[in-house]
T-cell receptor, first 112, second 116 residues
C-alpha cells in the first residue's frame, strides 16, 4: 500500500521568511496530493491540492510542487505570518479510490 | 462551500457507556464519509469508510462491533463508541467526500472524547 513520509517534523522560521515542507510517497499510482492545516483542537483544513497532471500550483502565499519521477511533493509558504503557525499534513491518494494516506505532520512555528 | 459539522464538539462519559458522534455535510451531498481518530501530536488514523446506504468498511485492527458506523443519508453519518473505556479517549474527526467537491475530502471540526 501507499506510504507517505513527511519532513521535517518541526519547523521554526522568522516571520516574513519562507517555509518549505517536503513529502515523499511510495505508490506511483497516486495522483492526488492535498495539504491540510490543523490548528490546535480543530479539524484539518484543506489549504491547497495538486493533481499529477501538473507540476506546480499556487494560491497567493502558498504553492505546491510535484515531482512525479522522484515521487515527492512540497509545500511552500512565503512571507510567513504568525497565523501560519499550525500543524501541516500532506496526503496522497488515487483519484476515485477515495482513501487518503497522511504524512506524519509538521509543526510549523512562526517567530515574530 | 463544502462545510462539514460534527456534534458534539466535546463529550465526557463514564466507562462502560456508549457515545454517539454525528457528522453532517451542510452544503453538499456526501456519497462517502470517513472516520478518523487522532492521538495527541500524532497523525490522523483512518478507522473506517462509509458509503451511504451500505455497511462501513473498517481498517485493519479497528473493532467494528465497538465502533458502530451508520450512514443513513447523503448528509449524515454517525459513529457510536460502544462500552467506552479510557483507552478510547481520543480526538475523533470525520470527513466527507461528494461528487460535487471533486474527490476532495473536507473535514469536520472534530470531537474530543474523554472516558473517565
Amino acid at each position: 500500500g501507499e506510504n507517505v513520509e513527511q519532513h521535517p517534523s518541526t519547523l521554526s522560521v522568522q516571520e516574513g521568511d519562507s517555509a518549505v515542507i517536503k513529502c515523499t510517497y511510495s505508490d506511483s499510482a497516486s495522483n492526488y496530493f492535498p495539504w491540510y492545516k490543523q490548528e490546535l483542537g480543530k479539524g484539518p483544513q484543506l489549504i491547497i491540492d495538486i493533481r499529477s497532471n501538473v507540476g506546480e500550483k499556487k494560491d497567493q502565499r502558498i504553492a505546491v510542487t510535484l515531482n512525479k519521477t522522484a515521487k515527492h511533493f512540497s509545500l511552500h509558504i512565503t512571507e510567513t505570518q504568525p497565523e501560519d503557525s499550525a500543524v501541516y499534513f500532506c496526503a496522497a491518494s488515487q483519484l476515485g479510490a477515495q482513501k487518503l494516506v497522511f504524512g506524519q505532520g509538521t509543526r510549523l512555528t512562526i517567530n515574530p | 462551500g463544502a462545510v462539514v459539522s460534527q456534534h458534539p464538539s466535546r463529550v465526557i462519559c463514564k466507562s462502560g457507556t456508549s457515545v454517539k458522534i454525528e457528522c453532517r455535510s451542510l452544503d453538499f451531498q456526501a456519497t462517502t464519509m470517513f472516520w478518523y481518530r487522532q492521538f495527541p501530536k500524532q497523525s490522523l488514523m483512518l478507522m473506517a469508510t462509509s458509503n451511504e446506504g451500505s455497511k462501513a468498511t473498517y481498517e485493519q485492527g479497528v473493532e467494528k462491533d465497538k465502533f458502530l458506523i451508520n450512514h443513513a443519508s447523503l448528509t449524515l453519518s454517525t459513529l457510536t463508541v460502544t462500552s467506552a473505556h479510557p483507552e478510547d479517549s481520543s480526538f475523533y474527526i470525520c470527513s466527507a467526500l461528494g461528487l460535487s467537491v471533486a474527490d476532495t475530502q473536507y473535514f469536520g471540526p472534530g470531537t474530543r472524547l474523554t472516558v473517565l
